[in-house]
């Protein structure tokens, strides 16, 4: 029950959308647990962003998940993300920024897992 969301000033391509949403659905297996069967990615380019005063390309990812993970586990999830939006949109890595959500309570087909 993964949601994975990307704001970014920087344009995506359609080709830009389907890389990301792909290797998302690779990427998600590093949080145990997770599969791309249940992920769900929202992707939002060109929206405007300003980071450190700047609206140089920046970007900023939220991960929600149904349950926790551990801190290594986020590490390695952070830097191979980075990594994708770095180089799939050329953002500088100093100028992404991802955040995590845990709940125990997530809603499916009109009940609660």
Known sequence: MPFIQVKTNANLTPND??????KFGELI????????SWLMVQLSGGKKMYFKGSDEKCAYIE?????????????KFTSE???????????????????YFETD??????SNF
């Open 29 to 36: 297996k590093i949080i145990p647990g997770k599969s791309e």
């Open 63 to 75: 991960v929600k998940i149904y349950g926790g993970a551990s801190s290594d586990v986020y590490d």
């Open 105 to 110: 309570n997530w809603g499916y087909s009109g």
């Open 81 to 99: 993300v980075t990594s994708l939006i770095s180089k799939t949109l050329n953002v500088s890595p100093n100028r992404i920024y991802v955040s």
């Open 17 to 22: 959308e389907i890389l990301i949403k792909s």
